[in-house]
């Protein structure tokens, strides 16, 4: 099963990359650039052994967010978004 | 002008950072994470002056393509998709 994480910045959270990319494009001359964001995504292949497929879809995303948890994202700053692709 | 540009590695181009993040996962105890991919997203505000506004997306997807090739994709190792989001 494939499941696609986004990872954001929490809102009034400084993105520097962002803030650089924006003032790069600037300078490259597309002076229309008003801001920029960025957004960190992992697609994530998890195996899924036999069972009724709802409720390994629900197995998974309960799992994933644990991964959210513990490593891939950082709670102070970042929001998360778990989108099964299938 | 919202628009979302996503860089992906191309396929058979190395993925460490996609590589660690599964090791990691599997020595958290996620042992059935078979794969993980990295995706880079950027979310560009662009300022769009007047006029109609299907010419504006025209123009501003062709606008958003010229950033990808001279700054924030390499085209020899990424692919990318644009999608206005309005």
Do not use: Q
């Amino acid at each position: 099963m494939e499941v696609e994480v986004k990872i954001r910045l929490k809102h009034g959270v400084a993105d520097p990359e962002g803030e650089n990319t924006k003032k790069a494009l600037n300078l490259l001359g597309f002076s229309n650039v008003v801001a920029v964001r960025t957004i960190k995504t992992f697609v994530i292949d998890v195996k899924v052994e036999g069972g009724d497929r709802d409720g390994a879809e629900e197995r998974v995303r309960h799992e994933v967010e644990e991964m959210c948890k513990k490593l891939l994202a950082n709670p102070v700053i970042h929001e998360y978004e778990i989108n099964i692709l299938g």
